[in-house]
């Protein structure tokens, strides 16, 4: 129902940070106490607006944007899922910098900030400031919150390099589908394997691993995913070498990393004693993807 194709949006992320207009340093009481303001103002019971229109669109707002947003926040295994996302993607916004052009002016000009963490902020504030007057007005400055959230991680992952210079060639804009061609098929097939594991769907999304791997067999994040998908079905053995390709490729690959710490976890005789509570669903994987194994 509400789409928004600016910022981290662009790459198929559900950008929690920009639906409730905080920073993405932000403690979680701050994003508490902003997620209470903003459902008092578009819950039916308290909302100031008189236009009926107005109001079913802010009671949707509520239900369908701003409360998934804080629960993912609220939930350890959840948030701990959407971090680790929000890592790879951070990644891969350093990688593919050179296509990426900010379309607001305030994400322009924090792409050229000398002391960009508080232009951030100040930048952020200011929006967030404006972003539940109007209900029509929520998804546009959602957008422009998600554009500078885009810009810090790209400056924050650049490790304090200098701004782009003035005399830079021009930046390239992302297409409106904003997924590179020639990675478009495992791309996708990697954001459905990972749908799937969510809803515990393993076969599937094994499925989907395979097929991807088949067409590009050096994709470092569907080996990372595959061996967090046999580790999820107890098949440590099959497992192990998907994992090890995938830290092969890409010794940072985050899906891979975390299912080598598990995978060494059940190896030791701690392990070995805890693995039937853990298979349950509960601890690293439950964090990853939440939920219990049917």
Do not use: W
């Amino acid at each position: 129902m509400f789409e928004i194709k600016q910022g981290l949006f662009q790459f198929e992320f559900m950008d929690n940070h920009g639906i409730l207009g905080v920073s993405l340093e932000a403690e979680f009481d701050d994003i508490r106490r902003r997620y209470m303001q903003i459902a008092r103002r578009l819950h039916p019971d308290t909302c100031p607006f008189e236009n009926p229109q107005d109001r079913e669109l802010a009671k949707q707002l509520l239900a369908k944007l701003v409360s998934p947003a804080y629960n993912q926040f609220s939930k350890e295994a959840e948030r701990k899922e959407y971090t680790l996302l929000l890592k790879t993607i951070g990644d891969r916004i350093v990688k593919e910098q050179h296509n990426l052009k900010p379309q607001t002016e305030s994400a322009q000009k924090l792409l050229q900030a000398s002391d960009y963490q508080n232009a951030y902020e100040s930048a952020i504030k200011a929006l967030a400031k404006h972003q539940y007057e109007s209900p029509e007005k929520v998804l546009e400055i959602t957008g422009q919150i998600s554009e500078l959230n885009l810009v810090y991680l790209l400056r924050k992952n650049q490790k304090g390099a200098a701004p782009p210079s003035a005399k830079s060639p021009e930046l390239t804009p992302i297409p409106s589908t904003a997924t590179p061609k020639k990675d478009s098929f495992v791309e996708q097939a990697c954001h459905r394997a990972e749908q799937l594991i969510a809803s515990q769907n393993y076969t599937q999304a094994a499925s989907e691993l395979k097929d991807a791997i088949k067409r590009q067999p050096d994709n470092s994040h569907c080996h990372g995913l595959l061996g967090l998908v046999y580790l999820k079905q107890n098949q440590p053995k099959l497992a192990t070498p998907h994992i090890n390709r995938a830290l092969q490729l890409d010794p940072k690959q985050p899906q891979a990393l975390e299912a080598k710490k598990e995978l060494e976890k059940s190896t030791t005789p701690a392990g070995i004693k805890s693995k039937t509570a853990k298979s349950s669903g509960g601890g690293l994987f439950g964090g990853l993807f939440g939920g219990k194994k049917k």
